[in-house]
């Protein structure tokens, strides 16, 4: 039996040096699939669909509310060819209503465990129309090791330089920040991955550099000292969301190899300023993920804004406007104001304001993101401070002997903007 | 300076692969970075660091305060090259 699992394509930040990570999702959920059914992966940001090709099954992975549209027409199209679709992934969660429409079967909630019954009624021609498992986890313990072996890794290589793969240790997430979803999709009760099989798959992954996806490491202080000290042996170096703000867990990260940090700034708070430097101060990059068009943001807020990030001497700005997302307190508030001036869900890829700015006109708001890249960039080219971040990696693996040079054969890979 | 410029000028056309480039073609002023320039990306400043190690014993020692000055263009390249054999 042949499942082509597709990840649709999206649009890309507009302002951000266009980059291609292997996904997560799709490699995570291969592993809930038997393991000797032939699997073909297609990657749509850097490949093109082969709609002819003979699968009999499909499966559309879909993380974001910008690739949903796209989801449904690849899904519309084998349908039209008489295969059957299925939908999974965050965003088929958010959108599950309107994803309906367009599938055979969307899946709901996290796979482990649960895909031998869907293949079972497909086989017999019995697809349910829904499978619900929104809010009944699987036992964390049973999440396998991610399929990466579905990868087609030279796509996911520029000028010889291996992207780096993504990696989870743990499932959802006690907070329930105002403009995010995770809450919605994988709980507020945060799920630890035992250490055990965490180190076991990071020691089987064939990168020495990651991107540890998890919502926040911040959890649970005990469990994240444990995984940091874990690590340390394993010498790989790694991107994260963020750390807590203590003494040891740092130098533990910073040991185990902490990289650079995924910070949420939205404000020139003590607390922001503290948190960059105490990272900066265990030699740990940040880059700040920095969302405009809240509430209380005027425009002079914006600009101190910008003006503060220069002077925390953040490494790399990545700008974004609020977006509301469906099932996040940000959608409630605005949808309940009649605020919301574009449901097109193609618009949401966090550059394009779709709601009614309360301090300013959605034009004004849209120019502030625009001009936000421009200032934050303008001494110190993006170019210059992503390779000021890649050194700093360069210069942890020189020392601990992990470094490992360009793949010279694959020097001359670019990736391109996909046309949309 | 004029020398130093051309040679540079092949060295970054070879180092960085760049196919269908004549030195002819790089306007030694025009940035390095961002649209409208030469257009680098951050795996060319590691290059060009290499290559600036390499070719003329140049360590950047401090890239956070001096880099983008040093990389702004060929021209200024050039210019931190005259300036450190100098010293």
């Known amino acids: 039996m042949k499942f082509t699992l597709i990840y649709p394509k999206w649009k890309k930040l507009r302002g951000q040096t266009e980059f291609h990570l292997p996904p997560h999702g799709p490699v995570v959920f291969a592993a809930t699939l038997p393991r000797d059914m032939e699997i073909a992966f297609i990657d749509e940001n850097l490949e093109t669909i082969d709609f002819n090709d003979q699968a009999d099954l499909v499966g559309i992975s879909m993380m974001l509310t910008s690739q949903v549209k796209r989801g449904w027409e690849i899904a519309d199209e084998y349908r039209k060819r008489g295969v059957k679709a299925i939908c999974g992934g965050i965003a088929t969660m958010l959108h599950s209503e309107e994803t309906s429409l367009h599938a055979d079967a969307i899946f709901l909630g996290e796979a482990e465990g649960r895909m031998e019954q869907v293949l079972n009624d497909f086989r017999n021609n019995r697809l349910r129309k829904v499978y619900d498992y929104l809010t009944d986890f699987p036992p964390i313990a049973s999440v396998g090791m991610a399929r990466r072996d579905i990868l087609k890794r030279q796509l996911y290589n520029y000028k010889g330089i291996q992207m780096v793969d993504l990696f989870h240790a743990s499932r959802g997430c006690r907070f329930d920040c105002y403009p995010c979803c995770m809450s919605f999709v994988g709980g507020r009760e945060f799920r630890p991955r035992p250490i055990k099989k965490v180190v076991e798959e990071l020691t089987a992954i064939d990168n020495n550099r990651l991107y540890i996806v998890d919502n926040s490491l911040s959890q649970d202080m005990a469990w994240e000292k444990q995984l940091f000290a874990e690590m340390i042996p394993l010498k790989k170096k790694w991107c994260c969301h963020p750390i807590d703000d203590h003494d040891e867990v740092l130098d533990l990260a910073a040991q185990a190899g902490a990289w650079f940090v995924y910070q949420a700034i939205f404000d020139t708070s003590d607390f922001i300023r503290n948190r960059v430097k105490r990272y900066h101060d265990f030699g740990i990059g940040v880059e700040g993920t920095i969302l405009l068009g809240l509430d209380h943001h005027t425009e002079d807020d914006i600009h101190r804004l910008i003006d503060f990030l220069l002077e925390i001497e953040l490494d790399v700005a990545e700008f974004t406007v609020l977006t509301p997302f469906p099932h996040t307190r940000a959608f409630a508030d605005l949808h309940g104001e009649g605020r919301i001036l574009s449901y097109d869900w193609n618009d949401y890829t966090c550059d394009q304001v779709v709601f009614q700015p309360k301090q300013m006109s959605p034009e004004r708001l849209q120019d502030l993101y625009d001009e936000a890249w421009k200032i934050f960039y303008r001494d110190k080219p993006q170019a210059y401070r992503m390779f000021e971040l890649f050194k700093r990696v360069i210069d942890k693996e020189m020392v601990d002997g992990s470094f490992q040079g360009q793949q010279r054969t694959q020097k001359n890979r670019k990736f391109g903007r996909v046309k949309l | ?87």
Not at chain 2, 37 to 58: A, F, H, K, P, T
Not at chain 2, 64 to 76: D, N, Q
Request: net charge negative; aromatic share 6%.
């Open chain 2, 1 to 87: 300076m004029e020398d130093l410029i051309l040679k540079l000028k092949k060295e970054i056309i070879d180092q960085l692969q760049m196919e269908g480039i004549a030195p002819e073609d790089l306007d030694a002023e025009a940035p390095l970075f961002g649209e409208g320039g030469v257009g680098l990306d951050s795996i060319d400043v590691l290059e060009l660091v290499v290559l600036l190690d390499r070719n003329y014993g140049m360590k950047i020692r401090a890239p956070k305060e001096e880099g983008p000055k040093i990389f702004y263009s060929i021209k200024t390249i050039a210019e931190y090259i005259l300036d450190q054999q100098k010293k």
